[in-house]
């Protein structure tokens, strides 16, 4: 039987580049005003779509700036390493262009993933399509940016604090940070070996459950599109050492309340040891990443932002003993958050993604959109960030967290969520 063909609204025959050629066209509109690209690759994007099978076929999808493509100049948003233009593709490119997704270009991104903010960048700072001049988060500021506006439906970012979710919470999208491992890194600039993972932005968790099936290793899409059973139990945490601010607030509680309706059991889940995840987090990663860019902080020092650069600095100067201190206690709290899990029968974890919406760009104190992300970097769970509402026109996160391993559940949880909730992203800057 001959099937159907699709049409354009004109009435002409769709073409397999048709997509990708409006993600391009929304990609050069956004770019004055939003920033989020740093290359595009128009011949190559269209030509790879006219060819492309597979379960992502001609899907166009933009990947963070440290993340390596075959003779891309791959800087991460330094200007130290604007003459980087590594020979393979990252492992996880690999396999969004064997799923025959086409990469329509580099996402800018906070200098060498080092801050959450997407404001210092080589390529100068990439901004909220909600709200030009207020931070998008980071970061993978762009990467969340060109699925808010509406480019692409996924994106890659990495997360080695929360700079997947802490993004998407800012932009009104879905971001999923897995379990640590579930995803390969090979071919991702490091900040912190220890700690980094590579995940999926998008417009929606089915379409996160898309990427993640191509990019996860022993992936169970039908476990993902589980609905979750009545009765789930979901720990609602506490213990971050600073609450979030009350609109956010607000909203979180008004989306437990519908999961409460649809039949979840809440129960409150307190774990102390979780405020202490900032102290760990750069314990860990600060002599990790100076370690990895030694060599071109002492040849080109200049070519480093000011903050990027001390902060290198300070991973030089570290106590060694710190950091392997600081590893035995990671361990600690994962045993804590799994006891506490273990003890009260938890299947899943709740808490705000971050604790205040976006703030404008040079707001101080940014480290503190990291205290509800950066704990499950330490542990290792998967963690997901679903738009929950909006509180003063600024989107509102919300984090589900899993069982290392489970992130399969977590998705699941999410898109019924997801659902319930009916958050459309229309942020002031659309295509």
């Not at 609602?236 to 409460?260: H, Q, T, W, Y």
Request: charged share 20%; glycine share 12%; aromatic share 4%.
């Amino acid at each position: 039987m001959l099937g159907r063909m699709t049409g354009t609204a004109d009435g002409s025959a769709a073409r397999p580049e048709d997509g990708v050629l409006a993600a391009l066209e929304c990609a050069e509109r956004i770019g004055p005003e939003l920033n989020a690209f740093v290359a595009l690759h128009r011949d190559r994007a269209l030509a790879e779509a006219r060819r492309a099978s597979g379960p992502l076929a001609a899907s166009p999808v933009a990947i963070k700036d440290n993340i390596d493509e075959a003779g891309c100049v791959c800087a991460a948003g330094c200007a130290a390493y604007l003459d980087r233009r590594p020979e393979q593709d990252a492992e996880v490119v690999q396999r969004l262009r064997a799923a025959g997704a086409v990469i329509i270009g580099r996402c800018n991104m906070h200098e060498l993933a080092d801050g959450v903010t997407s404001e210092a960048s080589a390529f100068g700072p990439v901004h909220n399509p909600w709200r030009p001049g207020f931070t998008p988060g980071g970061s993978s500021g762009g990467s969340a940016a060109c699925v808010a506006a509406g480019c692409v439906k996924i994106s890659l970012g990495t997360d080695t604090g929360g700079s997947i979710r802490i993004p998407a919470s800012l932009c009104g999208v879905v971001g999923f940070k897995p379990s640590a491992g579930r995803v390969p890194t090979r071919g991702v600039m490091p900040l912190s070996t220890s700690l980094d993972h590579v995940g999926p932005l998008a417009i929606s968790v089915p379409e996160a459950a898309r990427a993640m099936a191509v990019l996860a290793d022993g992936w169970s899409a039908q476990r993902a599109a589980a609905s979750p059973p009545r009765g789930v139990r979901i720990g609602v945490l506490e213990g971050f050492g600073r609450e979030a601010e009350p609109g956010v607030g607000s909203c979180f509680d008004e989306a437990l309340a519908l999961l409460e309706r649809a039949g979840a059991m809440l129960l409150p889940a307190r774990i102390d040891d979780l405020a202490r995840g900032l102290g760990l987090l750069s314990a860990i990663y600060a002599p990790e990443a100076a370690a990895y860019h030694e060599k071109r902080l002492a040849e080109r020092p200049g070519d480093f932002g000011e903050a990027v650069r001390e902060d290198l600095r300070r991973g030089l100067a570290a106590d060694p003993g710190r950091r392997e201190r600081a590893l035995a206690e990671r361990a600690e709290l994962a045993a804590a958050v799994l006891g506490l899990m273990d003890e009260l029968c938890l299947e899943l974890l709740a808490c705000p993604t971050t604790p205040c919406t976006a703030l404008p760009h040079g707001a101080p104190a940014p480290h503190r959109y990291l205290q509800f992300t950066c704990p499950f970097n330490l542990t290792g769970q998967p963690a997901a960030s679903v738009p929950a509402g909006l509180f003063g026109g600024l989107p509102v996160g919300l984090q589900l967290v899993g069982r290392q391993g489970a992130d399969e559940q977590v998705l699941a949880a999410a898109a019924d969520l997801e659902q319930r909730l009916g958050f459309v992203c229309a942020p002031v800057i659309r295509p």
